[in-house]
């Protein structure tokens, strides 16, 4: 079953603008990770915050994490035209044996 | 960085014939594989874990006889489709975990057709 959900599920924005996308899941989590897919290629790995964690930045990223409500966000700063994927939330559950339970994905186009 | 190299990346077979997908951890040694698949504009299914040296852990509604898992040494995961339908058409990627790394490593994947 799918344990995050993102939302919204399609976003189109102008180069240069910030990407906000959010994520919800049901379990308690060990950690929740985000990840990039351009069409039909493989995942890349773009930022963990662990369940301790409330925020966390990678260069353009920056993500939170609020386990009260269950929730994360990935902020994507001064879009690329490049930054056109689509993105995934994670959750790594508590008790799952460090399977991965991804949500359905945000669509995200920017426009040059 | 932590590397899978999964092959093949498309694949066109028969029905009724099989399908092996391989999955390497070029750099790392993966005790533990995820399989996923994918269906157009969808999400990622975990489908089955692949443990080394042990028989694989299936998800709910996956069958085992049909998606063969082997994971013979810490480098090498592999899975069979077998007997493949055009229902089994769809977009299958592996993942691993580098110990010590929290986040995944995932193949580029492989896009299984069916006619």
Same mark, same amino acid.
């Given at each position: 079953?799918?344990?995050?959900?993102?939302?919204?599920?399609?976003?189109?924005?102008?180069?240069?603008?910030? #990407?906000?996308?959010?994520?919800?899941?049901?379990?308690?989590?060990?950690?929740?990770?985000?990840?990039?897919?351009?069409?039909?290629?493989?995942?890349?790995?773009?930022? $963990?915050?662990?369940?301790?964690?409330?925020?966390?930045?990678?260069?353009?990223?920056?993500?939170?994490?609020?386990?009260?409500?269950?929730?994360?966000?990935?902020?994507?700063?001064?879009?690329?035209?490049?930054?056109?994927?689509?993105?995934?939330? #994670?959750?790594? #559950?508590?008790? #799952?044996?460090?399977?991965?339970?991804?949500?359905?994905?945000?669509? $995200?186009?920017?426009?040059? | 960085?932590?590397?899978?190299?999964?092959?093949?990346?498309?694949?066109?077979?028969?029905?009724?014939?099989?399908?092996?997908?391989?999955?390497?951890?070029?750099?790392?040694?993966?005790?533990?594989?995820?399989?996923?698949?994918?269906?157009? *504009?969808?999400?990622?299914?975990?489908?089955?874990?692949?443990?080394?040296?042990? *028989?694989?852990?299936?998800?709910?509604?996956?069958?085992?006889?049909?998606?063969?898992?082997?994971?013979?040494?810490?480098?090498?995961?592999?899975?069979?489709?077998?007997?493949?339908?055009?229902?089994?058409?769809?977009?299958?990627?592996?993942?691993?975990?580098?110990?010590?790394?929290?986040?995944?490593?995932?193949?580029?994947?492989?896009?299984?057709?069916?006619?």
């Amino acid at each position: 079953s799918q344990q995050g959900e993102e939302d919204p599920q399609a976003l189109s924005i102008q180069e240069g603008e910030n #990407a906000t996308m959010n994520c919800s899941y049901k379990t308690s989590i060990n950690n929740l990770q985000w990840y990039r897919q351009n069409s039909g290629r493989g995942l890349v790995h773009l930022i $963990l915050i662990r369940s301790n964690e409330r925020e966390k930045h990678s260069g353009r990223l920056r993500v939170t994490l609020d386990t009260s409500k269950k929730s994360s966000s990935l902020l994507i700063t001064a879009s690329r035209a490049a930054d056109t994927a689509s993105y995934f939330c #994670a959750t790594d #559950a508590i008790g #799952a044996n460090s399977k991965l339970t991804f949500g359905k994905g945000i669509t $995200l186009s920017v426009r040059p | 960085g932590a590397v899978v190299s999964q092959h093949p990346s498309r694949v066109i077979c028969k029905s009724g014939t099989s399908v092996k997908i391989e999955c390497r951890s070029l750099d790392f040694q993966a005790t533990t594989m995820f399989w996923y698949r994918q269906f157009p *504009k969808q999400s990622l299914m975990l489908m089955a874990t692949s443990n080394e040296g042990s *028989k694989a852990t299936y998800e709910q509604g996956v069958e085992k006889d049909k998606f063969l898992i082997n994971h013979a040494s810490l480098t090498l995961s592999t899975l069979t489709v077998t007997s493949a339908h055009p229902e089994d058409s769809s977009f299958y990627i592996c993942g691993g975990n580098r110990a010590g790394s929290y986040g995944y490593t995932f193949g580029s994947g492989t896009r299984l057709t069916v006619v």
